[in-house]
């Protein structure tokens, strides 16, 4: 088995093979210089220095060994002949598989501005992006974020505790709005500015201006101009398909996959970030989350395996923010009505989606019992009513039953 990607879900993939019993030969092939690790703590304990290098590191080399899972670092695979179900590594070598997982996850969307190459401008996407963001940091007084989504509004919070001077630049009229309510994003908003960040809404940058070859400051297209002498450009990804393209696989906004992650090559599947996953009414879902890797990464070497386990759980995610733990289960899209459960001025609240009465999403606020409680509901297929949900008297367990 050959896994290209050596990142949270090709490694999923690696150890689930093994899980499902297969004994044969698994090869890891991944083009970063080390080892499987985790991504979140990049933007959250591990740039704030409360997290060392080691414990980024999902699986000790020890472990990996004893499992007997090869991992290569430092390589990537530059083609697919999906005749011949071999695939061609940087290094020279060519490698046959019984089976491919493709986990090539993601990388930074570009900045398509002026000045978006200037020296002191980055993308944070990897373990060797922080470590520079983390050196340029301590030497900045001045810091822009461009984007305002998790990924950006982690990196503010960590910069303002920091005491740097920060500006968050949103084109949007409010903070993650493509994730959750306004009443999520107003909250994010007056949380960041009680930190000191300026939150700019409607923001759209036009272009970054660098003095010899540094940057300097950030222009918007209504004309102001925000002095900066570290950016941040947290403006999304993409998903990595141009391997799965090139050897004829369907991608559409991802490597399309089915629910149990196969690709349309039945030797071929694809796990995390990289994937589009086709719904059963047909419409595509792109997650970019740690649970979509690792549950898909369980899907994919099932089906190596050729057996079927659909992931079929609502999905979920967390964003930490100073000392606010945002937790968002289920796909809030589509809602027309929304209850706020909770004290929002003690930062302790959850907003329920409701689309046409039935709960489709909650995103809790410092409440971790709701969200897990949340998970359950979903995922049973429990019902609560809107009218229940505002009832501060209403007991939320009692929908489980
Ligand atoms: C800063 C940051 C914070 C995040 N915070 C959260 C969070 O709080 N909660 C959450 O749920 N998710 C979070 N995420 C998202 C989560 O980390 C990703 O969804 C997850 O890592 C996806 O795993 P993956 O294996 O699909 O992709 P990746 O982790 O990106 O791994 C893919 C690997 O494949 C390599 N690769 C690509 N092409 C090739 C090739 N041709 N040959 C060899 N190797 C190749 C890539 O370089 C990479 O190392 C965060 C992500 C980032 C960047």
Redesign the pocket.
Known sequence: MVI???????LQVAESLRSEGYDGPILL????PCL?Y???P???AYLAGEADEAQLTIRAPAALAKKQIECVTG????AIDREARAVHLSDGRTQAYAGLVL????RARPLPVPGADLAGVFA???LDD?RRIATALEAARTVVVIGGG??GL?FAAVAAKQGKQVTVLEAADRLMARVVAPPVSDFYARLHRDHGVAVELGAQVAGLDGVAGRVSAVSTADGRRFAADLVIVGIGIVP?TE?AEAAGLTCERGIVVDECARTTDTQIVA????TARRLPGGALLRL??????VEQGKSAAAALMGRERPFAAAPW????QYDVKLQMVGLSAGYDEVVIRGEVEARRFSVFYFRAGALIAIDAINEAGVHMLGRKLLDKGHRLAPEQARDPHFELASALT
């Not at 092939?29 to 970063?32: F, I, Q």
């Not at 995610?317 to 930490?320: G, I, L, M, P, V």
Request: glycine share 12%; aromatic share 6%; with cysteine.
């Open positions: 290209v990607g050596a990142g949270q879900s090709g092939v991944g083009d970063e499987p985790h991504r979140p990049l933007s959250k390589v990537s695979v530059v986990a090539t996850g993601s944070l996407r990897t922080t998790f990924i982690e990595n391997l796990s995390g970030d990289c970019e989350s740690v649970q979509n890797a995610f967390w964003s930490d």
